[in-house]
């Protein structure tokens, strides 16, 4: 009967640990967001690649994009929503 409480309290306890290890991921992926400039050409520049980014990888749908003006970016590719 001992053995059947601690079983029980085990997986209580795990459910708990990856409830909270979810939390925590969350919020730290949200807070990880980054910047990514442009720092490509002027005109003409494509947006899947890499080498135009400041980080120098494309930004991925957590991170926030900088254009500087008078810029202007080609988008080649699906990259989902595009929030102004």
């Known amino acids: ?5 601690f079983t029980s309290l085990l997986n209580r306890r795990s459910v708990q640990v990856v409830f909270l290890s979810a939390i925590f ?8 967001a980054q ?6 050409p002027a005109t003409g ?18 991170d926030s994009v900088l254009i500087a003006s008078p810029n202007a970016v080609t988008i080649s590719t699906a990259v989902g929503t595009i929030n102004k």
């Open 1 to 5: 009967m001992k053995s059947e409480n």
């Open 25 to 32: 991921s969350c919020l730290f992926l949200s807070i990880t």
């Open 35 to 40: 910047t990514n400039t442009w720092v490509g």
């Open 45 to 62: 520049g494509d947006w899947s690649n890499g080498a135009n980014w400041s980080s120098t990888v494309v930004p991925v749908a957590t």
